[in-house]
């Protein structure tokens, strides 16, 4: 199975590369490790959810709660419910 940050849209990661990365190094490496460790969007906790929101531009926040129960705003369309 693949892990999550394989299902994610590229967009989003380099929106985080930029966003976070260099000013907040730690954060960023505590998302990208979340990303990494878990196989479904699912499996992430509402903490790691926050964090990652946090540091999203606005643009790319969920769109309601379907977005953010299942992740649809950072997922490529292969991988959306």
Do not use: W
């Not at 967009?11 to 930029?18: E, G, H, I, K, Y």
């Not at 997922?75 to 959306?80: E, H, P």
């Amino acid at each position: 199975m693949t892990k999550l940050i394989d299902q994610v849209q590229p967009v989003v990661l380099r929106a985080l590369d930029r966003s976070a990365k260099i000013n907040y190094t730690a954060s960023y490496r505590a998302i990208i490790a979340s990303l990494e460790s878990v196989n479904r969007y699912r499996d992430l906790t509402i903490d790691q959810v926050n964090t990652l929101i946090t540091f999203l531009p606005q643009e790319l926040h969920p769109d309601g709660k379907t977005d953010f129960y299942y992740g649809d705003y950072i997922l490529q369309k292969k991988y959306q419910v």
